[in-house]
């Protein structure tokens, strides 16, 4: 159980263009979900926590025109980015946990990330 | 904010030996949890650490969370070169949602 598919698994764009990942949780509900974005031999950083039929809470320093969040169901978030450019160019990552994620047991469940290659 | 260090950032290990990768949180910890990310792969959940002074153990690997609740760490024992990864603590405070991951430890095996 608690398995989290992405898709696509890679894309390559042109920059200017927009790139929408799908985040599905495929076997639990999931009231949250997390995206993150991970740069070469480095750790994850969160950009943002997806609540179902909420608007997205965005970190500091990431900015949410541009990284478009839709939490539109139990078992789907979407991330697009808008306006893609070469420093966008990363390994994006999404979890989602069962239930509201403030419990301390949580856990989060990992989707095996989309690889994203602005040219 | 809350920031989670975690040392060594590599360990090349000589297969059969064993090595600790810590973890160090600014804050108290509701828990902390441990996952594994192979060349290429993304993380995988291996275990989560609640209780003050708590151990666990998956095989080869021992988990340890301190008993401040601020440091935890992984001991593997008997290398192999399946081992072979990044692996990250990730520490959770009490009513926040929020995972805070640390740099993460790349451990490179030789046979």
């Known amino acids: 159980g608690a398995v989290v598919s992405q898709h696509p698994s890679w894309v390559i764009c042109k920059s200017g263009t927009s790139v929408k990942i799908e985040c599905r949780s495929l076997?639990?509900?999931?009231?949250?979900m997390f995206w993150y974005r991970q740069f070469p031999k480095q750790s994850l950083m969160l950009m943002a926590t997806?609540?179902?039929?909420?608007?997205?809470?965005?970190e500091q320093g990431v900015e949410k025109d541009k990284f478009l969040i839709n939490h539109a169901s139990l078992t789907l978030s979407t991330l697009t980015v808008t306006s893609a450019h070469p420093e966008d160019s990363s390994f994006y990552i999404c979890?989602?946990?069962?239930?509201?994620?403030?419990?301390?047991?949580?856990?989060?469940?990992f989707g095996p990330g989309t690889r994203l290659t602005v040219l | 904010g809350q920031q989670v260090m975690q040392i060594p950032q590599y360990q090349h290990v000589q297969e059969g030996e064993d090595f600790t990768t810590y973890c160090n949180s600014s804050?108290?910890?509701?828990?902390i949890q441990w996952y594994k990310q192979r060349p290429g792969g993304h993380p995988v959940f291996l275990i989560q650490?609640?209780?003050?002074?708590e151990v666990k153990k998956q095989k080869r690997l021992t988990f340890q969370f301190g008993e401040a609740k601020k440091n935890s760490s992984l001991h593997i024992t008997a290398t192999q070169t399946t081992d072979v990864g990044t692996y990250f603590c990730a520490g959770k405070r009490a009513n926040d949602y929020k995972l805070s991951f640390g740099a993460g430890t790349t451990v490179t095996v030789r046979a």
């Open positions: 997806s609540n179902e039929g909420s608007k997205a809470t965005y």
């Open positions: 979890s989602a946990s069962h239930a509201g994620g403030v419990s301390r047991a949580d856990t989060q469940y």
């Open positions: 076997d639990f509900q999931a009231t949250t």
């Open positions: 804050t108290t910890l509701s828990n």
């Open positions: 650490l609640v209780k003050s002074g």
